[in-house]
């Protein structure tokens, strides 16, 4: 029973007593409505919140308590805390006035899919333990790799029947990175002839110094020589986005140095910028080594579901994996990370647990995918639905309206700063991602706008009506403005660009009075 304090005793139908019920009926549905109140209520406010709040480390300890409890609450209890304690600490990211990072989408057929999923509770290590969950994962990520037009070597199931290639959902883009650098690693050693893992110290990889910072980590706990892990300078000749030829420059220089190029993380969309790499020029770099190419498309890899967008993907059908992350801007809320292989074995091969007790006749049968196989760990949750039911409920059509709003949205704000003699917009607008600063004026140096620029930022975002973040760009503080929240509306767009001017002007002239 969830509510023990109000209803101490429960009884059976054959008048039994019975204990503690965590899933007790009643409170299920009891809890969930009250729950779901408190959703929709929550998105009819979140716009007049705070997007940043004023909290200090350690304040939800002093409210909520440093021990936990050793007496059960009524939920109302519970729930009331959430809103009087939680809430007020949270950095709102579902608020339409949120501008910082990439967003955090989401929506009412992913969230059903989320509480259904969570419900549910399945762990689906191998097909015979969710046939269902791994069908559906495999459904959904057939469907979007059609709704991005990759080709069917990267597909589970295609008219001809199975395919080797295929995916996996998985948490974030740094899992999706770290397992295909093992199994490129691994593919690399093996071609090598190397014993064991005595060929790493001579294997390289390589990415654009834009790329994010996550790769490079994923390159250590892969074990890779920090030595050998290549950040390839970009600069506005290219947008910021990798050179093919200083690329095949960099590799073929460590190739005569007795070391073996073993993986290219190219991006689409990336984090600072939104630079697009050449997927197809640099996977013709990596054929001449036979190094694996991973496309990045965290980001930007939503929109590619738009006809008018897909020719960033160019050149896809030569890379061995890519990533999205349907969570960032395709509506369905964290965690999902889709990664496709073209050959599902390559990862198998390097990830793959076979403990007696996961044993069965499917697995044997080889005629199915279990997932465990494609990913660090064994459990894993029922991410496919709340991705399915996404796609189901609004279909490519809707999807594809909500990208082209955004990115009409960035394209208006974009217009606005270029139109403001003030400012100057950095890197030409890729999607719905705008990086301006107000630029140097008269005797203002660049380090003095880098300064202006901060004081910006920090002005907009201490009035709680917007919040920004800041990236840097060519060694240039740069401001990011990113659209794409789900609440988001043209009305919200407009109103952060007039209180940008306002602040900018209020900096301007408290600098000309205190000449």
């Given at each position: 029973?969830?509510?023990l304090?109000?209803?101490?005793?429960a009884f059976?139908?054959?008048g039994d007593?019975v204990?503690?019920?965590?899933?007790?009926p009643e409170?299920?549905?009891?809890?969930?409505?009250?729950?779901v109140d408190?959703?929709?209520?929550?998105?009819?406010?979140?716009?007049?919140m705070?997007?940043?709040p004023d909290v200090k480390?350690?304040?939800?300890?002093?409210?909520l308590g440093?021990?936990?409890?050793?007496?059960s609450?009524?939920?109302?209890?519970?729930m009331?805390e959430?809103?009087?304690s939680?809430?007020p600490g949270?950095?709102?990211?579902a608020?339409?006035n949120?501008?910082a990072?990439?967003?955090s989408?989401n929506?009412a057929?992913?969230?059903?899919?989320?509480l259904?999923?969570s419900?549910m509770?399945?762990?689906?290590?191998?097909w015979?333990?969710?046939?269902?969950?791994?069908e559906m994962?495999?459904?959904?990520?057939?469907?979007?790799?059609?709704?991005?037009?990759?080709?069917?070597?990267?597909?589970?199931?295609?008219?001809a029947?199975?395919g080797t290639?295929?995916?996996?959902?998985?948490?974030?883009?740094?899992e999706?990175m770290?397992?295909?650098?093992?199994?490129?690693?691994?593919?690399?050693?093996?071609?090598?002839g190397?014993?064991g893992?005595?060929?790493?110290?001579?294997?390289?990889?390589?990415?654009?110094?834009?790329?994010?910072?996550t790769?490079?980590?994923a390159?250590?706990?892969?074990?890779?020589?920090?030595?050998?892990i290549?950040?390839?300078?970009?600069?506005?000749?290219?947008d910021?986005?990798l050179?093919?030829?200083?690329l095949?420059?960099?590799m073929?220089?460590d190739v005569?140095?007795?070391l073996?190029?073993t993986?290219?993380c190219?991006?689409?969309?990336?984090?600072?910028?939104?630079?697009?790499?050449?997927?197809?020029?640099i996977?013709d770099v990596?054929?001449?080594?036979?190094?694996?190419?991973?496309?990045?498309?965290?980001?930007a890899?939503?929109?590619?579901?738009?006809?008018?967008?897909r020719?960033h993907?160019?050149?896809?059908e030569?890379?061995?994996s890519i990533?999205?992350s349907?969570?960032?801007w395709?509506l369905t809320?964290l965690?999902?990370?889709c990664?496709?292989?073209?050959?599902?074995?390559?990862?198998?091969?390097?990830l793959?647990t076979?403990?007696?007790?996961l044993?069965?006749d499917?697995s044997?049968?080889?005629?199915?995918?279990?997932l465990?196989?494609?990913?660090?760990?064994?459990?894993r949750?029922?991410?496919?639905?709340?991705?399915?039911?996404?796609?189901?409920?609004?279909?490519?059509?809707?999807?594809?309206?909500?990208?082209?709003?955004?990115?009409?949205?960035?394209?208006?704000?974009?217009?606005?700063?270029?139109?403001d003699?003030r400012?100057?917009?950095?890197?030409?607008?890729?999607?719905?991602?705008?990086c301006f600063?107000?630029?140097p004026?008269?005797?203002?140096?660049?380090?003095?706008a880098?300064?202006t620029n901060?004081?910006?930022?920090e002005?907009?975002?201490?009035t709680?009506k917007?919040y920004l973040?800041?990236?840097?760009?060519g060694n240039?503080?740069?401001?990011?403005f990113?659209v794409g929240?789900?609440?988001?509306?043209?009305?919200?767009?407009?109103?952060a660009?007039?209180?940008?001017?306002?602040t900018?002007?209020?900096?301007m002239?408290g600098?000309?009075d205190?000449?």
């Amino acid at each position: 029973m969830g509510s023990l304090d109000t209803n101490p005793t429960a009884f059976s139908a054959f008048g039994d007593e019975v204990g503690f019920q965590p899933l007790n009926p009643e409170d299920v549905r009891s809890y969930l409505h009250k729950t779901v109140d408190f959703i929709s209520d929550y998105y009819k406010s979140v716009e007049s919140m705070p997007v940043l709040p004023d909290v200090k480390p350690g304040y939800l300890q002093d409210e909520l308590g440093a021990a936990p409890p050793s007496n059960s609450a009524p939920f109302e209890v519970t729930m009331k805390e959430l809103k009087a304690s939680v809430v007020p600490g949270m950095t709102h990211w579902a608020s339409p006035n949120f501008f910082a990072f990439f967003p955090s989408t989401n929506s009412a057929a992913a969230i059903a899919g989320d509480l259904i999923a969570s419900a549910m509770n399945t762990v689906g290590f191998t097909w015979q333990a969710a046939p269902a969950a791994t069908e559906m994962e495999v459904l959904a990520l057939d469907w979007l790799a059609q709704l991005l037009r990759l080709p069917t070597s990267f597909m589970n199931r295609t008219s001809a029947g199975r395919g080797t290639g295929g995916g996996v959902i998985l948490g974030t883009t740094s899992e999706a990175m770290l397992v295909t650098l093992v199994a490129a690693r691994d593919a690399a050693l093996r071609q090598s002839g190397s014993d064991g893992v005595s060929g790493l110290p001579r294997l390289a990889v390589y990415a654009a110094d834009q790329t994010h910072s996550t790769f490079f980590k994923a390159c250590r706990l892969a074990g890779f020589d920090p030595a050998n892990i290549r950040s390839i300078p970009t600069g506005p000749e290219t947008d910021y986005a990798l050179d093919p030829t200083k690329l095949l420059q960099i590799m073929q220089a460590d190739v005569d140095a007795g070391l073996v190029p073993t993986y290219i993380c190219a991006t689409v969309g990336t984090t600072s910028s939104n630079a697009v790499d050449p997927v197809g020029a640099i996977a013709d770099v990596a054929a001449l080594f036979n190094a694996w190419v991973h496309v990045d498309a965290a980001y930007a890899g939503s929109a590619c579901i738009c006809p008018e967008f897909r020719h960033h993907l160019n050149g896809v059908e030569r890379v061995d994996s890519i990533s999205m992350s349907p969570h960032k801007w395709l509506l369905t809320c964290l965690d999902c990370t889709c990664l496709w292989v073209r050959d599902t074995h390559r990862l198998t091969d390097s990830l793959e647990t076979n403990p007696e007790y996961l044993k069965n006749d499917a697995s044997e049968s080889g005629t199915v995918t279990d997932l465990k196989d494609m990913q660090v760990g064994v459990g894993r949750r029922f991410r496919g639905l709340k991705l399915w039911m996404v796609m189901r409920t609004y279909g490519a059509t809707k999807l594809q309206e909500h990208i082209r709003s955004d990115v009409a949205m960035a394209k208006m704000f974009e217009d606005n700063v270029r139109d403001d003699d003030r400012f100057e917009v950095v890197v030409p607008r890729n999607f719905a991602l705008v990086c301006f600063r107000i630029k140097p004026r008269g005797a203002m140096t660049e380090e003095d706008a880098d300064e202006t620029n901060r004081e910006l930022m920090e002005r907009l975002n201490r009035t709680g009506k917007a919040y920004l973040v800041h990236t840097a760009v060519g060694n240039r503080f740069v401001l990011r403005f990113a659209v794409g929240s789900s609440l988001q509306e043209e009305r919200h767009v407009r109103s952060a660009w007039e209180l940008i001017k306002k602040t900018t002007s209020e900096i301007m002239k408290g600098e000309i009075d205190a000449e």
